[in-house]
């Protein structure tokens, strides 16, 4: 990874910041020519510009990449095998979905950059927002927050691509870490976890309703990076599990979130940051325009107000056809739909001859604006409540809370509730129907080390899991490429097995 001047002493300043009442607030103009890092962070105006840039970073993931019909989300949707795709130009889509990706791929480009321009602009920061004469409970709050979008984008980074450069301080031009080496992958969780036990300590609110990250968010990550240092590669031991639902039960036991009683409030662009939604990144019609809806239609039906209907991702039927009979969130427009009425006749409903996704359809940017400002949500409170279900029984069994967590998603669904018989692998399958398409399921895979046989019901191993279209796993996927352009960028570098 060429770690550049440009990206690690300028990244932050040669955004444009963002104004300093909420994150999703419009940008405000500057004159950025005479910044510098060391005379930049000198006003609290200027501290908080810094974070509100660090949360406009969190776009990127549900942003488009630059090529038609592609997204960072998608690629790990493809490598699941549970995805089709209507758009053949969709070159990335199409090589993880057949498994023929290779380390010239875009996606893990723009993950690898995107991440490492952010942990810059956090570690800048963490730096020097506590030289700024301000009161000090203000500057723990910021830095705080700078320490969860690390350790949020390490989270990411170290499992999808294993050892990471780990990078805890402004870099330039004479420092060591100008081109890094990877480091092992215990050390990143560390430092992950060091983080959000700091960002516990900083006095930050429970929850936020601006966008802002909150306790509630921080004890959500937390709780999931302890599933996973619980699981592969680390196998970090059993007290992981425990140390998991212990957090996610502080989650629950706060009473600061709910499951929505409507499926339709997971999708509805006004509701933000509040009831089940735990953390998300903000959209702003008239600045930054969401592409989830357009990219989730069934293509070139015409039954949007959208130029573009693309049919991007769209679920394989032997995914819909695994579901429990009586499913709510398999009913029609609850996660997914068949038909919709003509854009230009309301009173022709287009059938679509497949199942589409409809977590992410925003209801007035298809009738009326081609605009939406719905945002990408990294966790939910059915997450937790799943997180402590999986890592409660791990620690404790299935007591009276375990299935207390589980059973509240089962009934929200219209399904039979579980009793003391439950199997570890009926809590898998709840978090994988629940989180479907929601970028959970590969990293669980990943962890598992295990995949859902869509036709025999059961967990089988990751690799030699066969896709339902034919393409088979190895273990080249269970991490993906390092980009080829930062290992011809620095010599450090070393690509994972297989690719």
């Known amino acids: 990874m060429k770690i550049s001047k440009k990206i690690y002493i300028n990244a932050l300043l040669c955004l444009v910041l963002l104004g300093v009442s909420s994150c999703?607030?419009?940008?405000?103009?500057?004159?950025?020519?005479?910044?510098?890092?060391?005379?930049?962070?000198q006003t609290r105006e200027q501290a908080e510009s810094a974070i509100n840039t660090l949360y406009a970073s969190l776009r990127f993931v549900s942003d488009g990449s630059g090529t038609y019909g592609e997204s960072p989300f998608m690629m790990l949707e493809f490598a699941t095998g549970l995805c089709n795709t209507e758009v053949g130009q969709s070159q990335f889509n199409n090589a993880y979905r057949n498994l023929t990706a290779n380390s010239e791929d875009a996606y893990a480009l723009n993950w690898w950059q995107n991440s490492y321009r952010a942990i810059a602009n956090a570690n800048l920061a963490i730096a020097r927002i506590p030289e700024i004469d301000m009161a000090q409970t203000d500057k723990d709050n910021l830095v705080g927050q700078a320490k969860f979008i690390r350790a949020f984008y390490y989270f990411h980074l170290v499992r999808l691509f294993g050892?990471?450069?780990?990078?805890l301080e402004p870099v330039d031009a004479s420092s060591e870490l100008l081109y890094p080496a990877r480091s092992p992958q215990q050390?990143?969780?560390?430092?992950?976890?060091?983080?959000?036990?700091?960002?516990?300590?900083?006095?930050?609110?429970?929850?936020?309703?601006?966008?802002?990250?909150?306790?509630?968010?921080?004890?959500?990550?937390?709780?999931?990076?302890?599933?996973?240092?619980?699981?592969?590669?680390l196998q970090a031991g059993d007290n992981y599990y425990k140390l998991a639902a212990d957090k996610a039960k502080e989650v629950i036991d706060s009473k600061k979130y709910s499951l929505f009683t409507d499926y339709d409030n997971l999708h509805d662009?006004?509701?933000?940051?509040?009831?089940?939604?735990?953390?998300?990144?903000?959209?702003?019609?008239?600045?930054?325009?969401?592409g989830l809806t357009a990219w989730m239609l069934p293509r070139s039906r015409g039954i949007s107000q959208f130029s573009d209907e693309y049919g991007a991702l769209y679920p394989t039927q032997q995914f819909i056809d695994a579901h429990e009979t009586g499913d709510k969130r398999l009913e029609e427009q609850e996660f997914y739909f068949t038909e919709y009425p003509s854009i230009d006749n309301p009173d022709e409903m287009v059938d679509f001859s497949a199942t589409y996704i409809y977590k992410y359809f925003d209801e007035d940017a298809v009738l009326r604006t081609a605009q939406s400002s719905l945002g990408w949500k990294f966790f939910r409170y059915a997450e937790v409540?799943?997180?402590?279900?999986?890592a409660g029984f791990e620690a404790y069994g299935p007591t009276t809370e375990v299935l207390a967590a589980i059973n509240e998603i089962r009934d929200r669904a219209n399904l039979p509730l579980y009793d003391a018989?439950?199997?570890?692998?009926?809590?898998?399958?709840?978090?994988?129907?629940?989180?479907?398409?929601?970028?959970?399921?590969?990293?669980?895979?990943?962890?598992?080390?295990?995949?859902?046989?869509?036709?025999?019901?059961?967990?089988?191993n990751f690799v030699g899991h066969q896709f339902s279209y034919g393409p088979t796993l190895t273990d080249k996927y269970l991490l993906f490429p390092i980009p080829q352009r930062e290992i011809n960028n620095n010599k450090q570098l070393t690509q994972n097995p297989g690719w």
């Open 421 to 460: 018989s439950i199997t570890e692998e009926d809590i898998w399958k709840e978090r994988f129907y629940e989180l479907s398409f929601e970028n959970k399921y590969w990293f669980d895979m990943a962890r598992r080390r295990k995949a859902l046989n869509l036709s025999t019901g059961s967990f089988e």
């Open 269 to 290: 662009p006004n509701i933000n940051n509040t009831g089940e939604i735990i953390f998300q990144n903000q959209y702003l019609i008239g600045f930054a325009t969401s």
């Open 24 to 41: 999703s607030d419009f940008l405000t103009e500057e004159n950025e020519s005479e910044y510098t890092q060391d005379n930049y962070f």
């Open 187 to 233: 050390e990143v969780y560390n430092a992950i976890v060091t983080d959000l036990k700091d960002v516990e300590n900083s006095g930050l609110p429970f929850t936020d309703e601006s966008g802002r990250v909150g306790l509630g968010a921080a004890k959500t990550l937390l709780s999931s990076v302890y599933l996973t240092m619980a699981g592969y590669p």
């Open 385 to 390: 409540l799943l997180t402590y279900a999986e």
């Open 163 to 167: 050892d990471v450069p780990l990078i």
